[in-house]
């Protein structure tokens, strides 16, 4: 019997992503947990397994679709049932699998109670909710133009059917929301979302309602056409590129920034690193300034743990966080990547070089789970091997604060009567307005200033 392999929940929060690589050939036999395609999301590169043994019948998807959570990708012919029936016996196994509709639904309202327990597969069943909202608005319009149908019926196309589930599945929204949507008669597919990922949230279906049915949001000004004044390009935006555009955007559009300039003399530091290289060398890392920036930001959490924090703006509440899990950019060829190190306040300054070191590789060879990209509290981007004075780094959403590093410098500095050569090192703390006040963040960036140029003294003040 054919069994289909669908593309499963990736991760929480994600529901679409981007076929990178098939691994399987039509005809190849595979075991159960054989890894069959791989998919890039905006986080990571994962494969996906076949939950059956079988023989690849038919590849329904190609490298560099766009899949959906739910989606056909591969149809095996089971290795246990090939041969194994005759005609007359399959026709009657299949009679007493066959459900009737009754039963179908029974199973599907037991399916979705099931997932009312598990949060990331929430979405399938909101989706499925708006569904509804699509049919109420199709039976009111249907009413209206009832006779303008007679005059020109017509039927949707296999292929406007499929589209329109596409779409479906792109909403993400709340009973609640959808609830009040359908309220005030609004198809809710016809919003745009401004929460995380494209949530539609309360406060997006009043605004449009009060625009008189317009799009919510920004609309995207039409660019010119830059054929007219020379050669041009086109090429698509990577799948990393994408996400990254869309979550840069709502963050700067929803969190009002603030930043905040400091510099540190680190001479004492670098002469650490250098006294201690070799031996984290030997443990398979590289001792940075990354490394202590981590352990340094690590300590300062727990000391602000203001910009520990996240804000909820719908329950006009803080989530205050307990565990200090910290991002560190890296730049890849395909684009920005933000992994995450667990725990870095339990961890010694050896111990996060070597795993810097090994999440940054991962980050550059495309091989980040998708564990190694959730759970992030704060950020801190490096662009110090590339060079640059200060820059503005965006607070990566749902955070509330980041801390950008640039090149240090040689600068004379005045000591005892005298001017000094120091290495002075650039900061830039970007936080969000709504819950950190400016007096909170000139304290950071000073206690920050502080334990780069004298730990002891920061840590026993």
Request: net charge negative; proline share 4%; aromatic share 4%.
């Given at each position: ?42 986080k990571?590169?994962?494969?996906i ?48 699998k ?62 406007d ?37 494209g ?96 352990k ?43 992994p ?28 980040l ?23 503005t ?69």
């Amino acid at each position: 019997m054919a069994k289909e392999i669908k593309i499963p929940q990736i991760s929480e929060g994600v529901d679409t992503a981007t076929i990178s690589e098939i691994l399987v050939s039509k005809g190849d036999k595979i075991k159960k947990d054989q890894a069959v395609i791989a998919v890039e999301t905006d986080k990571a590169s994962t494969e996906i397994p076949s939950a059956f043994s079988g023989t690849v019948k038919e590849i329904k998807v190609s490298e560099g679709d766009e899949v959906s959570v739910g989606d056909v990708i591969i149809i095996l012919e089971e290795a246990s049932e090939e041969n194994k029936d005759s005609g007359d016996e399959k026709e009657k196994k299949e009679e007493k699998k066959e459900e009737t509709s009754e039963e179908k639904e029974k199973k599907k309202t037991k399916d979705k109670e099931k997932k009312e327990t598990s949060e990331e597969k929430k979405e399938g069943e909101e989706r499925s909710a708006d569904q509804e909202d699509v049919d109420e608005s199709k039976d009111e319009s249907k009413d209206e133009d009832k006779d303008e149908e007679k005059k020109k019926p017509s039927k949707k196309s296999e292929k406007d059917k499929s589209e329109d589930k596409k779409s479906l599945k792109e909403v993400y929204a709340s009973p609640g929301v959808r609830r009040l949507a359908r309220e005030l008669g609004i198809n809710i597919q016809k919003i745009e979302g401004s929460g995380d990922s494209g949530r539609i949230t309360e406060k997006d279906v009043k605004n449009y309602k009060e625009g008189g049915g317009k799009k919510s949001g920004p609309a995207q000004p039409e660019l010119p056409d830059f054929s007219k004044w020379g050669a041009v390009e086109t090429k698509p935006l990577n799948n990393i590129k994408k996400i990254t555009a869309k979550n840069v955007l709502q963050s700067w559009q929803s969190i009002p920034h603030v930043f905040q300039f400091g510099e540190a003399d680190i001479s004492g530091i670098e002469t650490y690193i250098e006294d201690h290289k070799e031996k984290v060398e030997e443990a398979g890392g590289k001792l940075s300034l990354t490394a202590i920036l981590t352990k340094v930001v690590a300590t300062a959490l727990h000391k602000f743990p203001m910009f520990n924090a996240s804000i909820d703006m719908d329950k006009e509440e803080m989530i205050l966080k307990k565990y200090v899990n910290i991002n560190i950019a890296v730049a890849t060829d395909e684009g920005l990547l933000v992994p995450v190190i667990k725990n870095a306040d339990q961890k010694s300054i050896k111990d996060l070089s070597v795993e810097i070191s090994e999440i940054a590789q991962k980050a550059r060879d495309q091989k980040l789970s998708n564990e190694d990209m959730e759970g992030g509290n704060f950020s801190i981007s490096n662009l110090g091997g590339i060079g640059g004075t200060n820059f503005t780094p965006i607070v990566y959403h749902p955070q509330v604060a980041i801390l950008g590093v640039s090149r240090a410098s040689i600068k004379p500095v005045y000591i005892d009567d005298n001017f000094e050569p120091r290495s002075i090192l650039p900061l830039s703390l970007s936080y969000d307005h709504r819950l950190i006040d400016g007096a909170d963040g000139a304290s950071f960036m000073n206690w920050m200033v502080k334990a780069l140029e004298d730990p002891y003294e920061a840590l026993l003040g």
